[in-house]
């Protein structure tokens, strides 16, 4: 079946540093891939997707790029601040059956 | 872009009681809307589909009697908790897709329950 790799957090980082959380999938035909983040008490957000191969999804300062051939789809951002400290979660999309598969979250926290 | 709206954000319950979560498409019609479960800490859980106008298709290990699902319009999905206990207490979220449009599946802002 289908499944989400994601990096284990949680990550700590200072403002402005640079930002990977790494990402790979399992999955049968060609699904869409999403990034949803999730701020303390509060539900989930869609940050970027991408629907097809080298398709780059980007948002806010976010962005990944849907890689087919490493069954990849790492968010990053150049410049992280403390306002993008959440949890966040990567996730396939089944477009014919139209569940999602999410990974288990990364919680981010960006210090001052 | 799509809203989906879920009501009410928070409630506490007593034990044994029921609770019902509903989720609302604002501005597009759903045919199929997704119930997912959060634990503390971890991922979401695919609980159920909810598709209008018949039956929900359970998850393996979800029970059906104690998670009713209702989809009696193009709009409206709900959830009840049945016979609530402690282990219930969990971020509930639901889903749906715009299938006129591109974009993704859009996430209620969750329902926080909490029995006691």
């Known amino acids: 079946g289908d499944s989400v790799t994601q990096m284990e957090g949680p990550v700590t980082l200072s403002e402005e540093a640079f930002l990977t959380i790494n990402c790979t999938y399992t999955?049968?035909?060609?699904?869409?891939l999403f990034w949803y983040v999730q701020y303390p008490g509060e539900g989930l957000q869609l940050l970027l997707k991408?629907?097809?191969?080298?398709d780059k999804g980007s948002n806010k300062g976010f962005e990944a790029t849907y890689r087919k051939e490493t069954t990849s789809f790492h968010l990053e951002k150049g410049s992280v601040q403390v306002s993008d400290s959440a949890v966040y979660f990567c996730a396939l999309g089944d477009t014919n059956a139209g569940k999602s598969t999410f990974g288990d979250g990364t919680t981010l926290t960006v210090k001052p | 872009g799509a809203v989906v709206s879920q009501h009410p954000s928070r409630v506490i319950c007593k034990s044994g009681t029921s609770v019902k979560i509903e989720c609302r498409s604002l501005d597009f019609q759903a045919t199929t809307m997704f119930w997912y479960r959060q634990f503390p800490k971890k991922s979401l859980m695919l609980m159920a589909t909810s598709n209008e106008g018949s039956k929900a298709t359970y998850e393996q290990g979800v029970e059906k009697d104690k998670f009713l699902i209702n989809h009696a319009s193009l709009t409206l999905s709900t959830l009840t908790v049945t016979s609530a206990h402690p282990e219930d207490s969990s971020f509930y979220i639901c889903?749906?897709?715009?299938?006129?449009?591109?974009?993704?599946?859009?996430f209620g802002s969750g329902t926080r329950l909490t029995v006691v």
């Open positions: 889903s749906a897709r715009d299938l006129g449009t591109l974009d993704g599946y859009t």
């Open positions: 999955a049968t035909g060609y699904p869409s």
């Open positions: 991408a629907t097809k191969a080298d």
